[in-house]
């Protein structure tokens, strides 16, 4: 389309030529009249163009842009649509109300902030500064050093803002994120109290405070309400299989009588269960909405058709879901080619070696992908690729051994291979508990007049030193540790090093400490098991050190910014390639050994091999060496063994799959507020 366009669709005709710009299926969405509406868009369907002509078409028929809101996840993805609709049509100076949900909670709560104990000119604190926040709330609560060990600030804003953004009770989320302090529940509740009060009291709000706080004006001040419910006519959200209940229950809540609402999302791609996200938003959106209209898109305009066919076969495998079948507006193409290589280290080789054959087609390294389940899973490749002069970037923005658990089980070996580096001391020591950043240097200063600061530290007396009592124990447990790394049988095993760190001190630390600690202890054993394949400590960490300093961004393999893509699955979502791999389809690497919803790594699956647009490669070893140094027998991931073998079979499953049909929904409830949040009044949103 050319031009400007001025809004007077109603009663005349439209200026934008809708008909023309979209598809059948996209015009339904486009046309509705209103009430709530759910748009199922799979993956490749114009699910942007169609929010965007959307917004366009209730502008033409006289809606006044500010009257629309629209919600993303992304301030990306909010300035596009927005920038999309501006140069589709000109309305004068009003524009479409949009952005992401947190920065809407912020507009509306500046408006309405006296209704809930803040000022109109309340701060916003980010994460950094809720870990602080936090800390002195814990100090509040717990005046005497505790009997048992008590969770991190950190680990505690981890679960504070879980248990907000679900409205799951605490003690299901402690059983499930952090068993190790499942009995601290009822401490922990107290703390969250003070927490709240701390903030309310400086007039401070945290992110997640701006849903939270958004929920409460909505439930518990009427005049606010349905001030907020006229000031909007039509709500549109974007990726909704991505909300989480405090999300979806705010969305409910802003309606007005007329129940204008649009809601584009996919159940195919919901993988974002460990975050909060639920499920249930949008398959049970038709239960919460009762007569609205469900609309699919279907019409594929990014991948070839076996690629499609693939995908279709393998998502019709999960029970619950809308049913859907991509169909694809391309023709030909190859079909994907399933390839197993004997080791791990064969398929980073084959890997590298397709890539290059690519390239010599025509294929920029820009215009590729290699896609897995966890980011240990590249490990190989990083190597492999940085041995072969490919430059790649990693989309976590972090390469495997610059990640800070990796760092920190490796500044212990690095420290006993060699005794003077006090940078991997000064690391490692201030891991533990007691010690800051004096008491490490003095500490050092004590250790480093000798010469060899290993056994220095090995046969030092706790009472030589003035110590506080935290620092006192620590220090014993690090002699202990220590002594045993400089062991020769240590010395030579560095797999068997890393461990010993993780299982002695580092597993338990992060589990306290960090967020994903479960995913990061797995990393680790990918470590070791890299390291097994190295003679001694001293070759290991030399390897690490150059493989860090050739990053394979300066290699001369071709222009600057031609750069292969590494990435988790989770992060490939809403990006697309001419070429993709999806490495380790294994059992118990895709799908994890851990995996809680097999249906939701099955949509993983799915959003992995929907991001190809020509070309798609299924790789896995055959055989992998675990920590006692045996082979192991891979068997193909299910995700492969459950596909029909060959492109007529699997075309034949996509055009026989049901065009409707939605599996039973269990009972549940809807978002409940935690009872730390406000225990002076009712608890209850429904």
């Not at 508990?433 to 090995?458: E, I, K, N, T």
Request: include cysteine; hydrophobic fraction near 40%.
């Amino acid at each position: 389309m050319s031009g400007r366009l001025r809004a007077g669709g109603r009663g005349g005709r439209y200026r934008v030529q809708y008909e023309c710009e979209l598809n059948e299926q996209q015009v339904a969405a486009v046309m509705h009249p209103g009430g709530p509406i759910l748009a199922l868009a799979g993956a490749g369907t114009g699910k942007t163009r169609t929010l965007v002509y959307r917004a366009c078409r209730l502008i033409e028929d006289g809606v006044p842009p500010g009257r629309i809101l629209l919600l993303t996840f992304t301030n990306k993805a909010a300035r596009e649509m927005l920038g999309r609709v501006e140069q589709l049509v000109e309305h004068g100076g009003s524009r479409v109300t949009g952005g992401t949900f947190h920065a809407a909670g912020h507009r509306i709560l500046r408006r309405f902030a006296d209704l809930l104990g803040y000022t109109p000119r309340f701060s916003i604190v980010d994460r950094e500064d809720s870990v602080d926040l936090m800390g002195a709330a814990q100090a509040d609560v717990t005046t005497e050093i505790p009997s048992v060990r008590a969770p991190r600030p950190r680990l505690l804003v981890e679960l504070y803002s879980f248990v907000i953004n679900t409205g799951r009770p605490l003690d299901e989320v402690l059983a499930g994120r952090a068993p190790q302090f499942a009995d601290q529940g009822e401490t922990m509740a107290e703390v969250f109290r003070r927490y709240l009060e701390r903030k309310r009291r400086a007039d401070l709000m945290d992110f997640d405070d701006l849903l939270l706080n958004w929920l409460l004006l909505l439930t518990r001040h009427a005049t606010a309400r349905e001030e907020l419910r006229r000031r909007f006519d039509h709500i549109l959200v974007d990726e909704y299989q991505d909300t989480n209940r405090l999300q979806a229950d705010i969305v409910d809540a802003m309606l007005g009588p007329e129940r204008n609402l649009m809601v584009v999302g996919d159940d195919a791609q919901s993988i974002y269960g460990f975050r909060g996200a639920e499920f249930d938003n949008i398959l049970g959106f038709p239960e919460r909405h009762p007569g609205c209209t469900v609309l699919r898109l279907e019409t594929n305009y990014r991948s070839v058709p076996p690629i499609l066919a693939l995908a279709n076969a393998s998502i019709a495998h999960n029970r619950r879901q809308f049913a859907k079948v991509l169909r694809p507006e391309r023709s030909g193409g190859e079909m994907p080619l399933e390839i197993a290589l004997p080791t791990p280290e064969a398929q980073a080789a084959h890997v590298a070696d397709r890539l290059l054959e690519l390239r010599e087609e025509g294929y920029e390294l820009e215009e590729m992908a290699v896609l897995y389940r966890n980011h240990a899973h590249s490990l190989d490749l990083q190597v492999e690729l940085t041995k072969r002069n490919i430059p790649f970037r990693v989309r976590s923005g972090l390469r495997f051994f610059e990640h800070r658990h990796v760092k920190d089980v490796l500044a212990h070996l690095r420290f006993v291979d060699n005794p003077r580096d006090e940078v991997a001391f000064a690391r490692l020591v201030k891991l533990r508990d007691g010690f800051g950043p004096r008491l490490a240097a003095r500490l050092w200063d004590r250790l480093a007049s000798g010469p060899d600061p290993v056994q220095a530290l090995v046969r030092l007396e706790p009472g030589e030193l003035a110590l506080p009592r935290a620092a006192t124990g620590s220090l014993a447990e690090l002699r202990l540790l220590v002594g045993e790394l400089s062991a020769a049988s240590l010395l030579a095993q560095p797999g068997e090093a890393v461990r010993h760190v993780v299982e002695s001190f580092y597993a338990q630390w992060a589990r306290a400490h960090l967020e994903a600690a479960g995913a990061r202890i797995e990393d680790l054993e990918q470590l070791a098991l890299f390291a097994d394949g190295y003679p001694d400590i001293n070759t290991f960490l030399s390897e690490v050190t150059l493989l860090n300093d050739l990053s394979g961004e300066d290699a001369a393999v071709g222009p600057p910014d031609e750069m292969l893509t590494l990435s988790t699955v989770h992060q490939a979502k809403g990006i697309e390639w001419r070429a993709v791999f999806v490495i380790w389809l294994a059992e118990g690497r895709f799908p994890g050994f851990r995996m809680d919803d097999e249906e939701e790594e099955r949509r993983l699956f799915y959003v992995a091999v929907t991001r190809a647009r020509d070309r798609l490669f299924l790789v896995r070893p055959e055989i992998a060496r675990d920590r006692y140094r045996v082979d192991v027998l891979l068997e193909p991931s299910r995700f492969l063994a459950e596909l029909p073998p060959g492109v007529r079979e699997l075309l034949a499953v996509a055009e026989a799959a049901p065009p409707d049909g939605l599996s039973a929904l269990p009972a549940g409830g809807r978002y409940r507020l935690p009872g730390f949040v406000d225990p002076l009044e009712d608890d209850g949103v429904s």
